[in-house]
């Protein structure tokens, strides 16, 4: 009996990360494929052959999915026609994260948890707080004379960039 249930867990054998490594901001996208939920019987009949197994997607769903343990799905999810996780970074730190998600073989009423893992990146070359892909100049850090050559007063950031001070419109 124990056997006939461990050879029914649901497992994805691909799981497919757009990139192991996103730029923070950016979406990042999963997706399961090579999906396998054996089933015993269909239709009342004993299923014998391997080659005899219908779609898994079909009988299979994620039902929880959590990214370092906060919930990312508000409903199971039917995987048949299903194209994917989407995760938003933005409200993520820099650094390795992990998502773990919850198959469940819904015929046998059993589930596994398979996990992956990623990283979300900061980069930013020239150390002025402006990650490289929005910075017009990401090869130039900002100096203090450049700074002022605009006109305005600069002061130091602890985080790491530079502060500008932009004087307030004045009304006449």
Known sequence: MVMMRVMRLPEAGVVQLSQPVVEFGENLNLTLSDLQAPLI?????????????????????????WIDGIELLQAPVE???????????????????????????SDAALYTYQRVTFEVAFTDSDYDGIQDHLDLWPNQPPTQK??????????????????VLIPPLRST
């Open 79 to 105: 995987l048949t026609g299903y194209n994917g996780l989407q995760v938003a970074t933005s409200n993520l730190r820099e650094g390795g994260h992990t998502i773990v998600m919850r198959l469940e073989n």
């Open 146 to 163: 450049t700074i002022t050559a605009m006109a305005f007063p600069i002061l130091p950031n602890f985080c790491g960039g530079w502060q």
């Open 41 to 65: 019987k269909t239709a009342g009949n004993y299923i014998l052959d391997h080659n005899d197994q219908p779609p898994a997607a079909g009988h299979m769903r994620l039902t929880q999915a």
